[in-house]
Antibody, heavy 113, light 107 residues
Framework: EVQLVESGEGLVQPGSSMKLSCVAS????????MNWIRQAPKKGLEWIAL????????YYADSVKGRFTISRDNSKNTLYLEMNSLRSEDTAMYYC??????WGQGVMVTVSS | DIQMTQSPSVLSASVGDRVTLNCKAS??????LNWYQQKLGEAPKLLIY???NLQTGIPSRFSGSGSGTDYTLTISSLQPEDVATYFC?????????FGSGTKLEIK
């Protein structure tokens, strides 16, 4: 069974940093591109970052480019999202997703003073 | 960026009804269109990928169609458990984008 479990949720102040993790199981992690998607409270979905299976390519939404970094460790079956210079508008539920099919349950990131 | 426009934003229908949800892209997305279902408090679930392919484990009452810029999700016989918000999503070109969703309710 495919499982994706995010961690790292919390409340942080504007301008600070935070790192999310997503541990994968039930499939060969190193064979799949992985993504981060977020959903602000009572809002729609926003695709924010994609990393190829071998980390050879990474893509970002303009809203996070230059502030967020997606990475992965295939030896640990883990996907990461490092978030810097956080803003109030980054407040959202953050999901990791395998390609476009399976999603984790999400972690809440709140940016507020 | 490709804009995805879903209609209607809210749809109310009766159990057993045939329901059609629409999604229009601002440019040709070559059938790289997925549909997701999100129930309250849950993560989105993939229903249909690449326009008309039913994801494993999804009931056959769900189907998708379309081409170019216009796509539809059809539920052949609405069930109470189908109450959810449905999002379309294009993965033809970066940045990938979602529609704003159709909230499906039971009358």
């Amino acid at each position: 069974e495919v499982q994706l479990v995010e961690s790292g949720e919390g409340l942080v102040q504007p301008g600070s940093s935070m790192k999310l993790s997503c541990v994968a199981s039930g499939f060969t992690f190193s064979n799949y591109g992985m993504n981060w998607i977020r959903q602000a409270p009572k809002k729609g979905l926003e695709w924010i970052a994609l990393i190829y299976y071998d980390s050879s390519s990474k893509y970002y939404a303009d809203s996070v480019k230059g502030r967020f970094t997606i990475s992965r460790d295939n030896s640990k079956n883990t996907l990461y999202l490092e978030m810097n210079s956080l803003r109030s508008e980054d407040t959202a539920m953050y999901y990791c997703a395998r390609a476009f099919d399976y999603w984790g349950q999400g972690v809440m990131v709140t940016v507020s003073s | 960026d490709i804009q995805m426009t879903q209609s209607p934003s809210v749809l109310s229908a009766s159990v057993g009804d045939r329901v059609t949800l629409n999604c229009k892209a601002s440019q040709n997305i070559n059938k790289y269109l997925n549909w997701y279902q999100q129930k309250l408090g849950e993560a989105p679930k993939l229903l249909i990928y690449n326009t008309n392919n039913l994801q494993t484990g999804i009931p056959s009452r769900f189907s998708g169609s379309g081409s170019g810029t216009d796509y539809t999700l059809t539920i052949s016989s609405l069930q109470p458990e189908d109450v959810a918000t449905y999002f379309c999503f294009q993965h033809n070109s970066w940045p990938f984008t979602f529609g704003s969703g159709t909230k499906l309710e039971i009358k």
